[in-house]
C-alpha cells in the first residue's frame, strides 16, 4: 500500500494564504507593533503593503515575512515607502531599497548637510572644463525660465552637496555614460534594445515588455530617477561625504547588487531583479565627474567624516535605526 504524502497538503495549503491573510497574523502583527510602537503607523504599514503586492506578481512569491522586515528596515530609518524606500523580490525573499530621495534623506537627518541634491542637466548648461581640476563647469542659471529651460534635451545628471562648514562637491555623469552603466550593470536594460526603442523599431508587444521591465526604458520620470540615484550615489562614494555607518552599509550593499530600481509608476513596488555578484569596485572607485569642486573643502570634509566614525553625537539617529 502507498504511503500517503502528509507534508504535501500542508505545503499547498500554506502557498495558498495570501499576503493580506498573513500579514495579519498575530506574528507580523506583533513584529510590526515591536519595531513601530503605535497601532496607527502599523494599520498604515499594513494597507500599504497590502496594496503593494496586491499590485506586484512577483513580490506576491516572496515570503510574507521578509516583506514585512524589509519595509521595518525603511521605517526604522524614519523613511516611507514610495518615497525614502522599496521592497525589491529576490526570489521568494524580499529586501528594502533606497531611492535617490531615501539617500537626501538620511544625509540630511546627519545634521552636517546645508544642501544635498541631483538634477538633470540640459543642452547648453555645460560651460567648458575647469583648467585646474579637468571637471565640468555647470552654469544652471542659464536659462531666464523654466519652460525654455525644459525644451532643452537632457544631455546629462549633476549631484551636489554642501556642509554647513561651506564644503562644495559635486558630480556630473552624461546620459551616454549612465545608459552604459544600465547596460552593464542592469540585467533588465539593453543599450541596444533602447536605441531600438527610442527609434521607433520595436514592436507594440515589445515595447510594452520593455516598458514594464525597469525604468532605464522610461525616457521619463523612470529614468530620471535611476540616473539621479546612480549620479547620488557616486558622489556619495567619493570619499569626501560624511556619512553613518548605516548609509555606508547601505552603499556597500548596494554597490554589490547594483541596480535596485526604483518603481515605473508611483505607489508600485518595481519588481527587478538584481546582480548579487556585481563587483564593489564598480562604485567604490572614483569616476570622471564633473561641476564645481572646491578642494580646499575636502579636508574639512575628511575630519567631518572622522567625527562621524567616531560616534558624534549627530548620527544617534541612525544608531536608533539599526535596533
Known amino acids: 500500500m502507498k504511503a500517503k504524502n502528509t507534508l504535501a497538503p500542508t505545503l499547498e495549503a500554506k502557498k495558498k494564504i495570501n499576503f493580506s491573510t498573513a500579514i495579519n497574523s498575530a506574528s507580523l502583527k506583533k513584529m510590526m507593533m515591536d519595531s513601530l510602537g503605535d497601532s496607527r503607523a502599523v494599520a498604515r504599514l499594513t494597507s500599504t503593503l ?91 542659471a542659464l536659462y531666464e525660465d523654466d519652460e525654455t529651460r525644459e525644451a532643452q534635451p537632457i544631455i546629462g545628471y549633476y549631484a551636489y552637496f554642501e556642509l554647513k562648514d561651506g564644503t562644495f562637491r559635486s558630480e556630473y555623469w552624461s546620459l551616454d555614460k549612465l545608459l552604459k552603466h544600465a ?38 520620470e523612470g529614468q530620471a530617477k535611476m540616473c539621479k540615484k546612480t549620479v547620488l550615489r557616486q558622489l556619495l562614494n567619493s570619499g569626501y561625504a560624511p556619512l553613518s ?16 530600481e526604483e518603481p515605473i509608476f508611483d505607489n508600485i513596488i518595481q519588481t527587478q531583479e538584481v546582480v548579487q555578484d556585481a563587483p ?5 572607485a572614483p569616476e ?23 560616534g558624534d553625537p549627530i548620527a544617534s539617529f541612525f544608531d ?4
Not at 188 to 193: D, H, R, T
Not at 320 to 323: F, L, Q, T
Request: net charge negative; glycine share 12%.
Open 320 to 323: 536608533a535605526a539599526e535596533g
Open 245 to 260: 555607518n548605516e548609509v555606508r552599509s547601505i552603499l556597500r550593499e548596494e554597490s554589490r547588487g547594483e541596480e535596485a
Open 288 to 310: 570622471e565627474s564633473g561641476g564645481t569642486n572646491h578642494e580646499e573643502g575636502g579636508k574639512n570634509a575628511q575630519e567631518t567624516q572622522e567625527k562621524v566614525s567616531e
Open 280 to 284: 564593489d569596485a564598480a562604485l567604490d
Open 183 to 220: 547596460d552593464r550593470y542592469s540585467p533588465a536594460f539593453s543599450l541596444e534594445k533602447f536605441r531600438r526603442l527610442k527609434a521607433g523599431e520595436t514592436t507594440p508587444e515589445e515595447t510594452k515588455k520593455l516598458l514594464s521591465g525597469t525604468p532605464w526604458y522610461d525616457e521619463g
Open 50 to 140: 497590502i496594496s503593494a503586492v496586491a499590485q506586484t506578481p512577483k513580490l506576491q512569491e516572496c515570503e510574507a515575512s521578509t516583506i514585512v522586515a524589509a519595509a521595518l528596515r525603511g521605517e526604522g530609518m524614519g523613511l516611507i515607502y514610495g518615497q525614502g524606500y522599496y521592497v525589491i523580490p529576490y526570489g521568494d525573499v524580499a529586501q528594502y531599497a533606497l531611492s535617490y530621495k531615501g539617500f537626501i534623506q538620511l544625509a540630511m537627518s546627519t545634521g552636517f548637510y546645508a544642501d544635498i541634491d541631483a538634477r538633470d542637466i540640459r543642452a547648453g548648461e555645460l560651460n567648458g572644463r575647469d583648467p585646474r581640476t579637468g571637471r565640468w563647469r555647470i552654469n544652471l
